[in-house]
């Protein structure tokens, strides 16, 4: 008799398994034998209701609460910075390097740099991720990890600045255009960690070579580097907004990398062996 055709979705879902979970031979799921044994028992459950796509959603759920109680505990440490001239040690050095270092050709070069951190910036970089992601892929994970990063780094963006409200730094120490919004935390740095370092996620396991890893992993921090220290040089932010920027954004990314990880394993365990 034969077999059934498979549908795009369905390669697509195959693809992920036979390559989206193996790095360097090295098989993510393996691990749900120990540290994500719980937590794939905990979601099981649940995603026989929201279907296979149901634990990188459900990662919306905590992931709301911990980006709260983190933006409350940055405010805390800010504050206490702040209380002890924490900035005269730390930021205001780092603002003055970064104004000898300007001349007009760079001011010009590193605004236009930071013009691709922003919001619009941002929106075109994930949306042609996105799309050509998805079509490759023939599924919608990539579409589903990158709508969530890209939620969860604009919560934690609007949360941050209504909690802290911190001032920028003077518009005399700054280049133009200026922004008057709270400084914490740089957009511009947990956008560009989030959504850089889930693209760069979604495209390691697909390399067939070390280099070409390594070299996309490389480039990924660079650019998280780069536009953070950005909006220092241009006097938009301290640094200790993109230093605290940075820290929030790699934490809600390795929640969405958790998230994935789990799906993966019970794909894994509900996917008939072949043959």
Same mark, same amino acid.
């Given at each position: 008799m034969s077999k059934e055709p498979r549908s795009q979705t369905d390669e697509g879902i195959g693809e992920e398994l036979n390559q989206d979970r193996l790095v360097e031979?090295?098989? !993510?799921?393996?691990?749900?034998?120990?540290?994500? *044994?719980?937590?794939?028992?905990a979601v099981r459950g649940t995603s026989n209701f929201l279907g296979p796509y149901g634990p990188p959603v459900l990662a919306l759920l905590p992931g709301a609460?911990?980006? &709260?109680?983190?933006? @409350? +505990?940055? @405010?805390?440490?800010?504050?206490?910075? !702040?209380? %002890?001239?924490?900035? +005269?040690?730390?930021?205001?050095? &780092?603002?003055?390097?970064?104004?000898?270092?300007?001349?007009p050709a760079m001011d010009l070069i590193v605004t236009a740099y930071a013009y691709i951190g922003d919001t619009v910036g941002m929106l075109l970089l994930t949306l042609a991720a996105t799309i050509a992601l998805t079509i490759s892929r023939r599924t919608w994970t990539p579409a589903i990890l990158i709508l969530i990063a890209g939620t969860g780094s604009l919560l934690m963006t609007i949360a941050g600045k209504r909690l802290i409200g911190r001032t920028r730094p003077a518009p005399a120490d700054a280049v133009p255009p200026f922004d008057y919004s709270p400084s914490f935390p740089s957009g511009h740095s947990l956008n560009s960690v989030v959504i850089v370092g889930?693209?760069?996620?979604?495209?390691?396991?697909?390399?067939?070579?070390?280099?070409?890893?390594?070299?996309?992993?490389?480039?990924?921090?660079?650019? +998280?580097?780069?536009?953070?220290?950005? *909006?220092?040089?241009? %006097?938009?932010?301290?640094?200790?907004?993109?230093?605290? &920027? *940075?820290?929030?954004?790699?934490?809600w990314l390795a929640l969405i990398i958790t998230a994935h990880c789990v799906y993966l394993a019970l794909r894994k365990q509900r996917t008939p062996p072949p043959g």
């Open positions: 031979g090295r098989d !993510l799921t393996r691990a749900d034998e120990r540290s994500y *044994g719980l937590l794939v028992r609460a911990i980006i &709260a109680g983190m933006t @409350a +505990a940055f @405010a805390r440490v800010c504050e206490s910075v !702040l209380g %002890g001239d924490g900035v +005269a040690q730390l930021d205001h050095p &780092a603002l003055v390097a970064g104004k000898s270092l300007r001349s889930i693209i760069a996620y979604l495209l390691v396991p697909r390399l067939k070579r070390t280099r070409s890893r390594v070299l996309t992993l490389c480039a990924a921090a660079m650019f +998280a580097v780069t536009m953070g220290l950005s *909006g220092v040089y241009l %006097g938009h932010h301290w640094l200790t907004d993109v230093l605290g &920027a *940075g820290a929030l954004g790699a934490a």
